[in-house]
């Protein structure tokens, strides 16, 4: 979770930053390097925990991926079972 922390406080750093300093001091050149940095803060939180996911496996994609599949046609099959018994009563 240390490369979201990161690019969290990139993101909240950034902003705070556009928002009250280059609006106070009102120079279009650090408005618009303001803007760039808090859209690398917005790209950065994707990235971050994609490399978690990845470099890491954080969140083991794999067990979940597989566990989403199969509880997603157990899901289904319920339901058709479901509505089929309603339907025949």
């Known amino acids: 979770m240390k490369w979201f922390a990161y690019a969290l406080v990139w993101l909240?750093?950034?902003?705070?930053f556009s928002f009250v300093v280059s609006d106070t001091l009102g120079i279009p050149s650090l408005e618009w390097v303001s803007f760039v940095l808090v859209m690398a803060g917005v790209v950065g939180l994707p990235v971050a925990v994609s490399i978690a996911i990845l470099k890491y496996r954080l969140y083991n994609i794999d067990l979940l991926t597989n566990r989403t599949l199969v509880y997603g046609a157990l899901t289904a099959l319920l339901v058709t079972m479901y509505v089929g018994g309603v339907v025949l009563l």
């Open 12 to 16: 909240a750093t950034s902003s705070t």
